[in-house]
């Protein structure tokens, strides 16, 4: 990665000549090809410095004997809110994508660990809410992420030095999988933020027809008749929701929902939305940790309540078709 970095700086004068010459001319519109390239590059450089800074630290902390150290590990927060922060900076700048935030104030989650529970859909999803969790309310985020993202190079070192998990759900596997969460849910402080997705995966028609069919195959009628009326989420989880309410019951719970690039599939939606000129529209609401229910029977009637109102929200404020995919 650190020499592809180095291969793309070097030609970089040349390529960048190139898609200024050639964007104008090709039926895209818009400098997309540019705007592409900027981001590719940027990318690369970031990728190539984080790798150098951790193969740095990881000296330091004399080969890795002391990288779990709070001063360590509050290092590598500071490179991951550095990251997210560039990260966003250029991609609203570069793709026009604009976050309008509505819910409680920053101040009112001070001093308190939090389970936040997000809606999983669309492109970079993910990295938008850890990157309001570390740069605008000042959290150490723990994360329940699926395996396919240790493809990249620095988010897999990265996030392997800190109280992340990565899964690769399997049918069968639930128990392990449960059990994870739970561990890694456990001993939260006052600035630490425990996020997992409930749904599992990005919405889509045809997702929600397999989910459904599987509630009902477990005999759960119910659950597969709610799921049935939700029109913009899959049905949640509940075993890892359920296992970090288990381990954390002190913390707040924050429910996230969020809407603007949920369209935004495959990378060919992607390439045909840009620039996106996109706002996307989240909304954060907190409950207080003594407004849990206790009971797993309770929880997971909460849960799918709370489910229901984040569909609501989303199918109000959500401006284009859903998915069929």
Same mark, same amino acid.
């Given at each position: 990665?650190?020499?592809?970095?180095?291969?793309?700086?070097?030609?970089?004068?040349?390529?960048?000549?190139?898609?200024?010459?050639?964007?104008?001319?090709?039926? @895209?519109?818009?400098?997309?090809?540019?705007?592409?390239?900027?981001?590719?590059?940027?990318?690369?450089?970031?990728?190539?410095?984080?790798?150098?800074?951790?193969?740095?630290?990881?000296?330091?902390?004399?080969?890795?004997? @002391?990288?779990?150290?709070?001063?360590?590990?509050?290092?590598?927060?500071?490179?991951?809110?550095?990251?997210?922060?560039?990260?966003?900076?250029?991609?609203?700048?570069?793709?026009?994508?604009?976050?309008?935030?509505?819910?409680?104030?920053?101040?009112?989650?001070?001093?308190?660990?939090?389970?936040?529970?997000?809606?999983?859909?669309?492109?970079?999803?993910?990295?938008?809410?850890?990157?309001?969790?570390?740069?605008?309310?000042?959290?150490?985020?723990?994360?329940?992420?699926?395996?396919?993202?240790? @493809?990249?190079?620095?988010?897999?070192?990265?996030?392997?030095?800190?109280?992340?998990?990565?899964?690769?759900?399997?049918?069968?596997?639930?128990?392990?999988?449960?059990?994870?969460?739970?561990?890694?849910?456990?001993?939260?402080?006052?600035?630490?933020?425990?996020?997992?997705?409930?749904?599992?995966?990005?919405?889509?028609?045809?997702?929600?027809?397999?989910?459904?069919?599987?509630?009902?195959?477990?005999?759960?009628?119910?659950?597969?008749?709610?799921?049935?009326?939700?029109?913009?989420?899959?049905?949640?989880?509940?075993?890892?929701?359920?296992?970090?309410?288990?381990?954390?019951?002190?913390?707040?719970?924050?429910?996230?929902?969020?809407?603007?690039?949920?369209?935004?599939?495959?990378?060919?939606?992607?390439?045909?939305?840009?620039?996106?000129?996109?706002?996307?529209?989240?909304?954060?609401?907190?409950?207080?940790?003594?407004?849990?229910?206790?009971?797993?029977?309770?929880?997971?009637?909460?849960?799918?309540?709370?489910?229901?109102?984040?569909?609501? @929200?989303?199918?109000?404020?959500?401006?284009?078709?859903?998915?069929?995919?």
């Amino acid at each position: 990665m650190v020499l592809l970095a180095l291969v793309a700086v070097t030609a970089a004068p040349v390529w960048l000549i190139l898609l200024t010459a050639v964007s104008p001319l090709v039926p @895209w519109g818009r400098w997309r090809l540019l705007r592409v390239g900027w981001l590719v590059l940027l990318h690369l450089l970031l990728e190539a410095g984080i790798l150098l800074a951790l193969f740095v630290l990881w000296v330091l902390s004399g080969f890795g004997w @002391w990288m779990r150290r709070p001063a360590f590990e509050r290092t590598h927060y500071d490179i991951v809110q550095f990251y997210l922060n560039v990260l966003f900076r250029e991609a609203r700048r570069v793709l026009g994508v604009h976050v309008e935030v509505e819910g409680p104030a920053p101040s009112s989650y001070e001093g308190r660990p939090l389970l936040v529970f997000c809606r999983h859909a669309g492109p970079g999803d993910s990295f938008l809410l850890i990157h309001a969790l570390v740069n605008w309310y000042d959290r150490e985020p723990r994360i329940v992420l699926k395996d396919t993202l240790q @493809w990249d190079p620095a988010i897999d070192v990265l996030l392997g030095r800190l109280p992340t998990r990565f899964i690769r759900p399997k049918r069968g596997d639930g128990d392990a999988l449960v059990r994870q969460i739970g561990d890694l849910a456990t001993g939260l402080d006052h600035d630490d933020a425990f996020v997992i997705f409930p749904e599992g995966g990005n919405f889509t028609r045809r997702r929600q027809a397999r989910a459904i069919a599987r509630l009902r195959e477990k005999g759960l009628i119910d659950a597969a008749e709610r799921a049935q009326r939700l029109r913009h989420v899959l049905p949640p989880h509940p075993g890892g929701v359920s296992a970090a309410l288990r381990a954390a019951p002190d913390a707040d719970v924050v429910w996230v929902a969020h809407t603007g690039t949920d369209h935004l599939m495959s990378v060919a939606d992607v390439w045909r939305a840009l620039p996106l000129d996109q706002t996307i529209r989240m909304r954060w609401w907190q409950v207080p940790a003594d407004e849990v229910p206790e009971s797993d029977a309770d929880r997971l009637v909460w849960l799918q309540d709370w489910w229901v109102r984040i569909d609501d @929200w989303i199918d109000e404020h959500r401006t284009v078709p859903v998915p069929e995919a």
